[in-house]
């Protein structure tokens, strides 16, 4: 990653923080959709899921009136 970011190991260390940190903000935003299916949304969790380090899960609410 040192050599990714072009600095030394504090500032890699922060600005991967701060990437982690923007890029789930915008996997919420992005799955959050209304206009995406519940199908949908699990392939792009899958997709973007990194087994053991970064889990995403989807879950369905549904509400029946009467």
Known sequence: ???FWDCN???T???SAEFSRRIDD???EV???EDLTVRQKREIAE???VPGTYEIEIAQR???EK
């Open 1 to 3: 990653m040192k050599r």
């Open 9 to 11: 190991k504090t500032t």
């Open 13 to 15: 260390l922060v600005q």
């Open 26 to 28: 915008r996997i919420r």
């Open 31 to 33: 799955l959050n959709r």
């Open 47 to 49: 997709t973007l899921t």
């Open 62 to 64: 549904l509400a029946v």
